[in-house]
């Protein structure tokens, strides 16, 4: 079992839904962060967060520290938000917020106008 | 514009060949890394360097060699001794070590 699993791996939308990814991990952490990789291969980093919500325009990412679990929303979601999503954790910075950091897999976010 | 460039964007080398993949940073970030990227799989670090002359293996060092000579440069070359090479290469940073990492555009190396 992956020490990062995020669901689902592949996710088709049409143009104005509202999307969920979900993240969960197996250790306790600090924070986690939700990164973007556009289909030419760049990585975004959209949020790091260790408690509550976050809002940047139409992302939403919020996290459960205790659940070990968090999620990426995105509101209203546009043929441009097709990418490639993932979680990242620091599985061993010993309760800070930074260290080594632990990739889910990815889950392919493509939303047809 | 601060960023991270990465070149070439598409690399092609023969079984055999050692071949050296570029990094550099304007970012003035004392940390750098590399990861290497397979279809379905998380990113897996390389080599991370905390600051100049100094770097360490990551998960899947084998194969891999680094410098550090200067702040702004983190090259990582992919020796005859990689059993798998052929990859999607990320080359990433951040002001001090595993604090937010910026990430460079990539490098696809496919060795035939």
């Known amino acids: 079992k992956n020490e990062v699993e995020q669901s689902p791996q592949n996710l088709t939308a049409q143009e104005g839904e509202f999307i969920t990814i979900n993240c969960s991990y197996s250790?306790?952490?600090?924070?986690l962060h939700w990164l973007q990789q556009h289909p030419g291969g760049g990585i975004v980093s959209l949020f790091m967060?260790?408690?509550g919500k976050k809002k940047h325009g139409r992302l939403i990412a919020t996290i459960n520290i205790q659940e070990k679990h968090s999620s990426l929303h995105i509101t209203a979601s546009h043929p441009r938000d097709s990418a490639v999503y993932i979680c990242?954790?620091?599985?061993?910075?010993?309760?800070?917020?930074?260290?080594?950091?632990?990739f889910g897999q990815g889950t392919i976010l493509t939303v047809h106008p | 514009d601060g960023g991270i460039t990465q070149s070439p964007k598409y690399l092609f080398r023969k079984e055999g060949q050692n071949v050296t993949l570029s990094c550099e940073q304007n970012?003035?970030?004392?940390?750098m890394y590399w990861y290497r990227q397979d279809p379905g799989q998380g990113l897996r670090l390389i080599y991370y360097s905390q600051i100049v002359n100094d770097f360490q293996k990551g998960d899947i060092a084998e194969g891999y060699s680094v410098s550090r000579e200067k702040k702004e440069s983190f090259p990582l070359t992919v020796t005859s001794a990689q059993k798998n090479p052929t990859a999607f290469y990320l080359c990433a940073s951040s002001s001090v070590l595993y604090n937010e990492q910026f990430f460079g555009p990539g490098t696809r190396l496919t060795v035939l």
């Open positions: 970012l003035n970030h004392d940390a």
């Open positions: 967060l260790s408690s």
């Open positions: 990242a954790v620091p599985l061993n910075a010993g309760g800070t917020s930074y260290g080594k950091l632990t």
């Open positions: 250790v306790g952490i600090s924070a």
